[in-house]
């Protein structure tokens, strides 16, 4: 994947990036997901802890997470898509979360498996069957401490 990519070009433009947000996830915007770091094999992803996003319990809520953790691999597997150039379809099809800490700061989610993320979409070009890849967003508070641990399986599939 080139650093050239229009999708990671997008994402370190933070007007365009914000745009973007706001026209295809508007929940993203509202809660204030920034894209903090791209490049073909890594994304980070952070969510600020304000009131939109926090629970009765005085932390992040398990959702807003959940979000920002998905965005960390998904906009890697729209990287991906954007290099091949041709029409695939991408779905989470499975997340598992684990959370260890109350995320009462900023959270920081961090996905380092974009080449996995190309080999899986190069494997659906080159079949004709769908592909799925399994990779992990670790979130860390700004204490440095892990507070939730993500698991997404993606789903490829080359369009008709």
């Known amino acids: 994947m080139s ?4 999708i990671i070009k997008l994402a370190q433009n933070n007007i365009k ?16 997901l920034k894209i903090v770091f791209i490049s073909p094999e890594k994304a980070v992803v952070t969510i600020p802890y304000k009131f939109l996003t926090k629970n009765p319990f ?14 960390s691999t998904g906009i890697l597997s729209l990287a991906a898509i954007a290099e091949t150039k041709k029409p695939i379809s991408m779905l989470v099809l499975d997340m598992k979360a684990s959370f260890t800490k109350k995320a009462v700061s900023k959270i920081s989610f961090t996905c380092l498996e974009g080449q996995k993320i190309t080999d899986a979409v190069q494997a659906c070009l080159n079949s004709d069957e769908g592909q799925t890849v399994a990779v992990q967003s670790i979130g860390i508070d700004k204490k440095g401490n892990e507070v939730a641990e993500f698991e997404f399986v993606w789903t490829f599939k080359k369009k008709n």
């Open 3 to 6: 650093e050239k990519n229009k």
């Open 17 to 32: 990036m914000r745009l973007f947000l706001f026209l295809k996830l508007p929940l993203a915007f509202i809660a204030g």
């Open 58 to 71: 005085r932390s992040i809520y398990f959702a807003a997470l959940s979000m920002a953790a998905e965005l």
